[in-house]
């Protein structure tokens, strides 16, 4: 791509760069449709939403999120009551709701590597959009029960597994390569003040008990997401001929992540942090109500988490590089604020120590996300954020799963804690020995 008179004035002084929208072509739109405050440095985390197809996506991901998390919150909250508070029939919810992004996720990757992207992220809107109607269903009605709040959830989980790979290609394809930093970035962003926003408006409905009117919005949101994603048209990605099964390919999607340093070490940074420390979010519900004593503040702690999550997906926006070696710092004081919130028992430091670990959270989650959707071949995208899907979401069931256990076994405290130092031990290796 030819540097434009705008982005090597970006280059030169990203400080303060004076631009002409009059001379040049900015990030493949015309200047004349662009607003003058995204052609500053100071708006490159925003840059990403002057291509109209991304702005579609990024639209339809903010309005279906604010309806999972809502939903999400309803659902621990719902699975508490009829479990009286048992840790491991609550880890069991996350257990079934993301074990299909470990099982699912590497097909789901050949999947978006050889159809149509936006038409399998549009089945996937429509069956969230029956699953949540059926939940909200079932709970109004009062048949709901632990095993039918487990069958939905899993094929919730699958829904998102076959999403996720597809999404994120299509995030990557909907920019230049130049703004795919703000694309990632974005989401990230976006992902996060739902994160605040869905139990902010969680919270009344779960106080009132209208958790059925909950589920509803869920239903109501996925279908406004998927009308939104049908109005995006991008070319077809060229998908790569070969003579490989099924197993062939993703195969060859491990491989081609080997090949892209560094790729592969970005992926374990990954898995490590979700499965020793994101899984902790598991034991909030329990957390809230054994520790705090109150489980009113879970749904503060979850949005304060998302505030820090946010600021950091923003602030990540301005990164043009990161390293593993950095990443590895953050994942060292994600472990000590795990810590942190481990050992108080005041509500106050307990949601601000969360706000920290949030931030810390997305931080190398978005760094690395980016890193690796910079260095893959657009034909085997799917594949390799595929694993990237199994690496975050796919690790939770079995974090959330053994935490849960050990948690009724040895306590919340105790199980945090060692979560804790694992997370704050990899991260202090990862600084000293940077695998790049």
């Not at 008179?5 to 990030?27: F, I, K, Q, T």
């Not at 999972?68 to 508490?80: D, N, P």
């Not at 992004?101 to 097909?107: E, M």
């Not at 989401?187 to 779960?206: D, E, F, K, W, Y």
């Amino acid at each position: 791509m030819v540097k434009t008179r705008v982005e090597e004035s970006l280059g030169a002084n990203p400080a303060d760069a004076a631009l002409n929208p009059a001379d040049s072509v900015a990030m493949g739109v015309p200047t004349s449709r662009v607003p003058r405050f995204l052609l500053h440095r100071r708006a490159a985390p925003f840059r990403a939403l002057v291509h109209r197809e991304f702005a579609l996506l990024f639209l339809a991901f903010l309005i279906n999120q604010v309806g999972f998390w809502v939903s999400h919150i309803s659902l621990q909250r719902l699975m508490v009551d009829l479990s009286d508070n048992d840790p491991a029939i609550v880890g069991l919810l996350f257990f079934a709701l993301f074990i299909p992004a470990f099982a699912l996720a590497p097909v789901a990757g050949v999947v978006a590597d050889r159809f149509d992207r936006r038409s399998i992220v549009l089945l996937c809107y429509a069956a969230l959009t029956g699953i949540a109607a059926a939940l909200a269903w079932l709970t109004i009605s009062g048949a709901i029960a632990v095993w039918s709040m487990l069958a939905l959830a899993f094929l919730m989980g699958c829904c998102f597994s076959f999403s996720g790979p597809a999404n994120a290609a299509i995030t990557a394809n909907s920019v230049p390569e130049a703004d795919l930093p703000s694309a990632v970035a974005l989401q990230s962003a976006a992902n996060n003040l739902t994160r605040v926003g869905g139990p902010m408006l969680a919270a009344p409905l779960i106080a009132g008990g209208f958790l059925g009117l909950a589920f509803a919005l869920f239903a109501t949101t996925a279908a406004a997401s998927g009308t939104l994603v049908s109005r995006i048209r991008l070319s077809p990605h060229v998908v790569e001929r070969d003579e490989l099964g099924i197993v062939g390919r993703m195969r060859n999607g491990l491989q081609h992540a080997r090949e892209r340093r560094p790729a592969l070490p970005a992926l374990l940074t990954v898995a490590a942090l979700s499965l020793f420390g994101v899984s902790h979010m598991a034991l909030l519900p329990v957390y809230a109500e054994t520790v705090l004593g109150d489980i009113t503040t879970f749904s503060y702690i979850v949005a304060a988490q998302g505030l820090g999550a946010m600021t950091a997906a923003i602030l990540t926006g301005y990164r043009d590089t990161t390293t593993l070696r950095a990443a590895g710092a953050q994942v060292a004081a994600y472990g000590a604020f795990l810590a942190l919130f481990a050992l108080t028992t005041h509500p106050l430091l307990a949601i601000a120590a969360q706000s920290v670990i949030g931030f810390f959270y997305f931080s190398v989650m978005t760094s690395l996300q980016t890193l690796i959707q910079q260095v893959v071949d657009d034909s085997r995208r799917g594949r390799v954020m595929s694993l990237f899907q199994v690496a975050w979401a796919g690790l939770i069931p079995f974090g959330g799963l053994a935490m849960g256990a050990f948690a009724a076994g040895h306590g919340v405290v105790e199980t945090l804690l060692i979560a804790a130092a694992v997370c704050a031990g990899y991260g202090l290796a990862l600084v000293v020995y940077d695998p790049r």
